[in-house]
Nanobody
């Protein structure tokens, strides 16, 4: 069964940047043509959609991150490039992949924006 792993999180100062990556672990997998999304969950809040890219490469973003975050992919990985980070972006970020009618989640990576 395919599994996904996120990495690239960490602590950064306000205004800083991070790039998160999502990769398949243990199974060869191509992100091309696969609907992929990034979600985040802050303490005490519900998980929310941050960005998504459709199988046809259409992208959509939450209003709170438009102009600052970019979702992209290559054959082996999906990415979330985050610029101009704010303290309110602090959360655990999850990769979500829609595959064969199922949704697959990674284990999450922590992003902390603090001075």
């Amino acid at each position: 069964q395919v599994q996904f792993v996120e990495f690239g999180g960490g602590k950064v100062q306000p205004g800083g940047s991070l790039r998160l990556s999502c990769v398949s672990s243990g199974t060869a997998f191509s992100f091309y043509g696969t609907a992929t999304a990034w979600y985040r969950q802050a303490p005490g809040k519900q998980r929310e959609l941050v960005a998504m890219i459709s199988s046809g490469d259409t992208t959509n973003y939450a209003d709170t991150v438009k102009g600052r975050f970019t979702i992209s992919r290559d054959n082996a990985k999906a990415y979330l490039t985050m610029n101009s980070l704010k303290p309110e972006d602090t959360a655990v970020y999850y990769c979500n992949v829609a595959l064969d009618g199922d949704n697959y989640w990674g284990q999450g990576t922590q992003v902390t924006v603090s001075s």
